[in-house]
Structure formats: structure tokens, C-alpha cells
């Protein structure tokens, strides 16, 4: 399949002589049908824009696209498709409840972590915060950080073998940093609740 959507993908190129950023007029598409049906990996994307576009460049490309199709695939699930995917997937998400449990109690950190950690199909992970009490504005920037911090793990994975000369300490360093805020908000976040149950049990005995 990845070897098929590369010659396609190479075709139109060929065929329509887009270059550049331009690339976007036939990734995004493929990225909506990814996050769709889950037919192909994203890497396979994210390789094409690298490829195309140098790494930085790519990442950028490939997070956008990434993003914008994680947002449609939600919306549609949410306000369009719901009962016919609710048929469709369901049965899936019978492997994932345990995630499903988790999305509903850490809410957008649930959704960067799946986003990040290729455990579920992307298209589950919409699903999922589409039927969640997830609030539509924290699905939308969970899904832009998830996004970018799965496409820049796999930017430094990928990018060792597209451009094997490439210094990649930048941008491991600059990843690490990220995590780290991620991991700083998430733990802030964390001992606030804490605080304000205990102060509801305390109001309350």
C-alpha cells in the first residue's frame, strides 16, 4: 500500500508539476482519507513531505496536514456520521476501553499521548473524542500538540535515513524541551484537581 501511494503520489507530481508547498494540494487530501479509513500510515505521508520539502519544511507540512485532518475526521464524526461510524467502529473500540475510560478522565492529555504513541488507528482516536464529553476547543489543540509531537518524534526517526548526514542534536534537544512542558502542564494540571477535590470533600464533611 505505502509503495502504491508513493507511485501515485509521484505521478501527480510528475503530472501537475507542483512543487514546493504546493505538495499540500495532494497530501491533505490523502491525509483526509487517512484519517478517514486508516488505509495507509501517516509516516508514509510525513516521508513524502520530507522527502519533498527537507525536514523542517516537511514537519511543518506534515503537522498542518496532520492536524487539519484529525479536526474534519472529528467534526464529521461528531456532527455528521456519528450513528453510521458508531456501527462501523464500535466493535473496534471494544479493543480500546480501557483508553476510551482513560480519554474520559485525563480528557486533551489522553489525546496527545494517543497521537503521540502509535497505539490506535488515528481515525479511532477522532472517533473516540468525538463521542467523549471532550469540549470541541480542547480537542482542538490537543489534537495540534498531539499532532506535532508524533510527527516530531518520527521527523527525528525518519530524518537519519532521508539525509544521513543531517546534525539532528537540535532537534532532539528542541523535542525534549517539549516534552518536558508537556509534562510540566500535565503534572500542574494534575495536583490542581487533586487540590480542588479536596477542597470539595472538604466544603462538603
Known sequence: MNEWIESITGWL???TQLSGFGILAITLPLALIQGTFGVFPF???????????????GLLASWF?????????????KTTFTEWISKKWMYKLERYEKWQRSLERYGVWAVIFLRTIPIMPNNLISFMAAISK????????????????SI????????????????????????????????????????????????KSSVKS
Open 152 to 199: 516530531w518524534l518520527f521527523g527525528i526517526l525518519s530524518a537519519s535515513i532521508v539525509f544521513p548526514d543531517m546534525d539532528l542534536r537540535k532537534l532532539i534537544f528542541s523535542y525534549v524541551l517539549f516534552l518536558a512542558l508537556l509534562l510540566s502542564m500535565f503534572v500542574i494540571r494534575q495536583r490542581l484537581m487533586k487540590h480542588r477535590e479536596h477542597h
Open 43 to 57: 509516516a508514509t505521508i510525513v516521508m513524502l513531505h520530507i522527502s519533498t520539502l527537507g525536514v523542517a519544511q
Open 13 to 15: 507530481l510528475d503530472a
Open 65 to 77: 496536514t496532520g492536524s487539519v485532518a484529525g479536526m474534519i475526521v472529528y467534526w464529521l464524526c
Open 134 to 149: 471532550l469540549k470541541t476547543a480542547s480537542y482542538t489543540w490537543s489534537n495540534a500538540a498531539g499532532n506535532l509531537s
